[in-house]
């Protein structure tokens, strides 16, 4: 397990290359000087040529790039254009909200998903599993944004009951329409997937099993279907887990929610560009991150796997 | 009179179970009676298809829902009919009274549990015993049924057994509260032919032991010959021979337990090849006809075939066939080996 563990790790490094070298090519293409960003609009061509040099992008891209590989495996973000602050401390301040947000979206979509997914399996046909059908087509088909500005307007404008965006003084209340929001396309999914897998394995033998011994429904889907049928079910809320991350853009955005999306996102716009390179190096690290998670808890969950991993070790 | 009736542990009277698809209405069983004595072993046979694994499964009323229905019958034991227990009385009879041990035994268990903690549920279930009993018991059991280093095993996961080892554990879950009735559905077919041997032999003894009962479903004539004292012949979804072993290997009068002793012995002789006993194939489940189900195969179908279904009639004590021709086979008036 631990040599499995280091392996994984290890492996993020190769990624992290690609994702610079790509995010650095961009934003060296776009035709917009940092400098002029920095200083105030009648700034002389000397003290512009000053600051350039100072920050060290008059060099060519190739030596730019190198500089901040080394910075960066040093743990150092490098510094905003914009902010004159270092991104390690910007994304520092965003990054909790952000992760609180997506812990939020995640218990709703392993709960709601979950539990949808049972009942319609278990209730095949009837009125929750055709409820849960339609509910999900919807959840997936429509865009998230829009998604999120409809519960603006219908619990916050109209009704009033729920505030319509920021994070305010961090209660409840001001989580439960973005993380709504976040969460339904995945909680869509992982109610489908759970869903299909549940039906098939109430239809295994072991299952048969199970009954025949005398145990009731109750504990034969409780005890023996459902850790069989979250195990694919596992393996989609981790690769999910990862892009929540990434759909935190659009939701935190819509939301006007302080954290590391909307970070980025105004960042695009600013083209800020250490702040975009490393809020994305950062939402990397997790997503890998989540996977191992993911598959470590996969492994607890299947002996199957477990057992093979033991062999490939020895 | 009154002795033998009181030595029946199980009647099943007129049981007809259905499956309701989208092709129509598959007869998978239809009105099969039979019992079964204290301390008997029944064996079951037929061809695949036939309604075999669907009989035992209605008598612990494992039919696949919503497609599958027990339509009408009875099931009498300890005189009840277990058609109509409820749920709770369902759950304390399955696994306690009467269990089951199925065919594949590498799909049976659960992949995701331990071996000790499957043998243990069932006696948490049904003898309410605390986890450290439970663990005692279930170690027990294991022994009992030949598994070595039972103690290391106990926490192994099903994959870490063999087809033959984990039939083994199917019994040990199967026996665990000393059941009256013990209905094994083909419960070698899956394993290595001396594998096979030991778990029959297994079961054998544990019945013995335990003074129970077992209905034994097969495909194995060798089987039924060894172990069961009577026999019941299923052709499409219906009995068509039932009585004592001796009957149905040297006096059979029914043409298709003819045509399946024929096929045994054809299989001695030539050592290899499928169990394909007779011409033809058995009629379809979902529109089967009026008259005799089997006529359409039978050499010697006459004109009475042609009315309505033979019953099952008793041509001599405990010998029961529905073929109207029945007694002429079993007196060897129609040459029984011949073409
Ligand atoms: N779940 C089901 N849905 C629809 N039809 C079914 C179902 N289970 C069984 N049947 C039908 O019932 C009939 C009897 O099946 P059964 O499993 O009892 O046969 P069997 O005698 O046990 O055969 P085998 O020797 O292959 O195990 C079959 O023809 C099959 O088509
Ligand atoms: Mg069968």
């Known amino acids: 397990m631990f040599y499995f563990i280091l392996r994984r790790i290890l492996q993020i490094i190769p990624v992290i290359i690609g994702v610079t070298l790509i995010l650095f090519t961009l934003m060296y293409i776009i035709p917009e000087d940092p400098a002029k960003l920095i200083l105030e609009k009648g700034a002389t061509p000397e003290a512009l040529q000053n600051l350039r040099v100072k920050m060290g992008i008059d060099k060519p891209v190739y030596v730019q790039y190198w500089r901040y590989i080394k910075q960066l495996a040093k743990g ?133 099993t199970a009954y025949a011994k005398g145990l009731s429904n109750n504990m034969v889907i409780g005890k023996h279907a459902l850790k069989n049928a979250l195990i694919p079910v596992v393996t989609l809320i981790g690769v999910d887990l ?23 996102y105004l960042a695009i716009l600013q083209r800020d560009a250490p702040v975009v390179i490393g809020g994305t190096i950062i939402l990397v690290i997790i997503f890998v991150a989540m996977n191992l998670i993911v598959d470590i808890v996969y492994a607890l969950l299947d002996p199957r796997i477990r057992y093979e991993k033991k062999e490939i070790q020895i | 009179m009154t002795e033998t009736e009181n030595n029946k542990i199980l009647e099943v009277k007129n049981l007809s179970t259905y499956f309701y698809t989208d092709d129509g209405v598959v007869k998978a069983v239809d009105d099969v009676s039979f019992d079964l004595k204290k301390g008997e072993t029944l064996g079951i046979v037929g061809e695949t ?25 009875e099931i009498i034991f300890e005189g009840r009919d277990l058609l109509k227990l409820g749920q709770k009385d369902l759950q304390n009879l399955r696994g306690n009274k009467i269990s089951m041990i199925f065919q594949d035994p590498m799909t049976s268990l659960n992949p995701v549990y331990t071996v000790g903690n499957q043998v243990m549920e069932s006696l948490i279930v049904h003898r309410k015993l605390k986890k450290d009993e439970a663990r005692r018991e279930g170690l027990k059991l294991l022994e009992m049924v030949g598994i070595p280093e039972f103690k290391r095993r106990f926490n192994n996961y099903p994959h870490e057994f063999s087809g033959g080892m984990r039939q083994r554990v199917m019994i040990a879950m199967a026996i665990a509260n000393s059941p009256s009735i013990l209905i094994a559905d083909e419960p070698t077919t899956a394993l290595d032919v001396t594998v096979q041997a030991q778990i029959l032999e297994l079961m054998d003894e544990l019945k013995y032991k335990t003074n129970s009962s ?33 009957n149905i290997f040297y006096k059979p009068a029914h043409p298709y337990t003819i045509g399946l002793m024929k096929s045994v012995t054809r299989l001695d002789e030539e050592k290899r090849g499928k169990l394909k006993p007779i011409e033809g194939l058995p009629p379809s489940l979902i529109d089967l006809p009026k008259f005799c189900i089997f006529r359409a195969r039978c050499k010697y179908a006459c004109d009475e075939c042609k009315g309505e279904y033979p019953p099952l009639k008793e041509i001599e004590k405990d010998h029961f066939v529905s073929c109207y021709r029945g007694k002429e086979f079993m007196e060897g008036i129609i040459e029984r080996f011949d073409n």
């Open chain 1, 76 to 208: 150092d973000l490098g510094t905003s254009y914009r902010y004159r602050r270092s991104v390690n401390s910007i994304l520092a301040d965003h990054y909790p909200n952000s992760i609180k947000l997506a812990l939020a979206a995640i218990i709703i979509e392993v709960i709601i998903g979950i539990f949808a997914g049972i009942v319609s399996a278990v209730k095949k046909f009837s009125f929750w599993d055709i409820l849960v059908t339609i509910s999900t087509t919807i959840a997936v088909c429509v865009p998230v944004y829009w998604l999120g500005m409809m519960l603006q307007v219908a619990f916050g404008l109209k009704l009033g009951w729920l505030p319509m965006s920021g994070m305010g003084d961090g209660s409840l209340r001001y989580y439960i329409l973005p993380a709504i929001t976040l969460a339904s396309v995945s909680t869509a999914f992982v109610a489908r997937m759970t869903r299909s897998t549940m039906l098939e394995v109430l239809s295994n033998d072991y299952i048969t």
């Open chain 1, 242 to 264: 990862g892009s929540l991350m990434g759909g935190a853009i659009l939701t935190e955005t819509v939301f006007n929610w302080p954290g590391v999306g909307r970070t980025i």
């Open chain 2, 49 to 73: 298809g036939c309604g075999k694994s669907v009989t035992a499964l209605s008598i612990l009323r494992l039919i696949p829902q919503p497609l599958g229905r027990i339509v009408a019958g």
């Open chain 2, 214 to 246: 077992i209905i034994i479903i097969t495909h194995d004539l060798g089987v039924v010959a060894k172990y069961a004292n009577r026999v019941m012949v299923m052709y499409a979804g219906k009995p068509v021979e039932f009585s004592s072993v001796d």
